[in-house]
């Protein structure tokens, strides 16, 4: 690279091998489209094909070490993979997440409720008494209520729940647990409302996650678990490299005795979210205020890191569920969706095996582009109740930005600003190690999650699936 006044020259490698001096500016437009043209040249992005429920192939992930990895459903499409990491890779993550502070776990939900004050809505309770009736017999019954509540309000209530809450309101005062509209038009609805806060903060068995996590950084670490762990990533997903390297950090989750997930999406479907780019393109447009995202997660791989006594399975409600429509889900309503009460009504429950992985497709392949395309609604799915015992997973989400073009930019930003950054830190600390002097960290490690608007997300319109 030579510098001549204020144009800076350099030398750009073109396709035939040939040289050739460019401008910096069409240099990096070169960049971008060798990044771009991987991508094109490579399509369609790789999905490892299911072939059948039960069957197994013998990967090599590391040099000398097979994996098996076994299809556990086609649609979402489904594998796990028994010892994927050892005992003591599972113990490593966990000291790593230990010595990190754990925060209570939570949804976009959530972090939604903290920019927005609740709308005060002025409800007349008769109309909403007939919207909630929905088998029209003029009365609510306990069920009615159960799914009416739904998991907006950030909870989940059981049908015994309902009836503590209609015994602390005095709500049903003729005790036959049906409402009339004269009952029902009778209670206060913000009572309600401040019963089922009150419920849901108490123990955090109502919560529609009931965890604590922390994040690992996975890229530019020099960990050897973590960057071990990424290289077999790379090569059982067949994704490209950059793909891998620039995805959200390691999500370390820990569930106590009652801790769950209820049943959620982990990614956002463009369908429902419109105009909305994905998460990881916010660095780009960090300045617009104005722009809307959503998550962009094509694939999860979930690793068990212990063993759970009793409980804590991953459920998929309606895995491979050949008579899935959207009149049967909303059928079956909460109840789909409650994993505390329904976990083994799910149609795929995986026991958490101590070093075993799951590994599943969130998106399809769109087959006119070869890219990701739409969410898969088959891979709705959560944590059961630990039962007996604790339980630490971690969450491996795999980003990929909606066209290959994107990616690209993405990529060729990430590279830039901040795996740049973190290798010359790290480059920075190792020397300091070695000339024996205090390490000391003045800045926190570069996040690449800063880049995502939220980090989880729950379900989100279940009535429009
Ligand atoms: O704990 C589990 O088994 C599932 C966790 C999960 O789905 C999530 O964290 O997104
Ligand atoms: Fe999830």
Not at 13 to 36: F, H
Not at 125 to 144: H, R, S
């Amino acid at each position: 690279i030579s510098v001549e006044g204020a144009s800076v020259q350099n030398v750009q490698k073109e396709e035939d091998g040939q040289t050739r001096q460019c401008e910096q500016e069409s240099c990096e437009q070169l960049e971008l489209q060798a990044i771009e043209n991987e991508y094109l040249d490579n399509l369609p992005l790789k999905q490892l094909d299911g072939i059948k429920i039960g069957h197994e192939r013998k990967l090599e992930l590391a040099p000398g070490q097979f994996y098996t990895v076994r299809t556990l459903s086609l649609r979402p499409l489904l594998f796990e993979i028994p010892n994927f990491l050892t005992d003591e890779e599972c113990e490593h993550i966990i000291q790593l997440a230990e010595e990190k502070e754990l925060t209570n776990s939570t949804t976009l939900e959530d972090m939604e409720e903290y920019d927005e004050e609740p709308e005060e809505v002025d409800m007349n309770m008769e109309d909403l008494f007939e919207g909630l009736d929905e088998n029209k017999d003029g009365f609510l019954d306990v069920d009615e209520i159960v799914n009416s509540l739904e998991v907006a309000h950030g909870g989940f209530f059981s049908e015994n729940d309902i009836k503590d809450m209609y015994k602390d309101l005095n709500m049903d005062p003729d005790g036959d647990d049906l409402l009339n509209v004269g009952e029902f038009v009778s209670v206060n609805e913000s009572l309600i409302r401040d019963w089922l806060d009150e419920r849901t903060e108490r123990g955090g068995a109502n919560k529609v996650r009931h965890s604590k996590q922390t994040w690992l950084q996975q890229s530019s670490t020099n960990d050897s678990v973590l960057n071990i762990l990424r290289e077999k990533v790379i090569n059982l997903t067949g994704l490209p490299k950059n793909v891998i390297e620039n995805s959200e950090q390691l999500q370390v989750v820990y569930y106590e005795l009652g801790g769950h997930y209820h049943a959620h999406y982990d990614s956002e479907d463009v369908i429902k979210h419109e105009n909305a780019t994905c998460g990881q393109m916010a660095f780009n447009f960090s300045d617009n205020d104005e722009m809307t995202y959503r998550l962009c997660r094509f694939m999860t791989i979930l690793y068990y890191l212990n063993d759970v006594e009793e409980g804590g399975e991953t459920a998929f409600p309606i895995a491979d569920n050949e008579t899935f429509t959207t009149e049967t889900l909303r059928a079956a309503g909460n109840k789909l969706y409650d994993l505390s009460n329904h976990c083994k009504d799910s149609n795929i429950v995986v026991k958490p095996e101590k070093g075993k992985a799951v590994m599943w497709y969130n998106h399809i392949i769109d087959e006119e582009t070869g890219w990701m395309g739409d969410m898969d609604n088959f891979t709705l799915h959560g944590g059961c109740d630990v039962h007996t015992g604790r339980k630490w997973i971690a969450n491996n989400w795999i980003n990929v930005a909606d066209t290959p073009q994107e990616q690209a930019a993405f990529d060729k930003y990430i590279v830039e600003v901040f795996r740049n950054e973190t290798a010359q830190k790290l480059e920075e600390e190792k020397k300091k190690k070695s000339a024996d002097e205090p390490v000391s960290i003045d800045a926190p490690p570069l996040n690449i999650n800063d880049a995502f608007p939220g980090k989880d997300i729950q379900i989100d319109n279940k009535e429009e699936l």
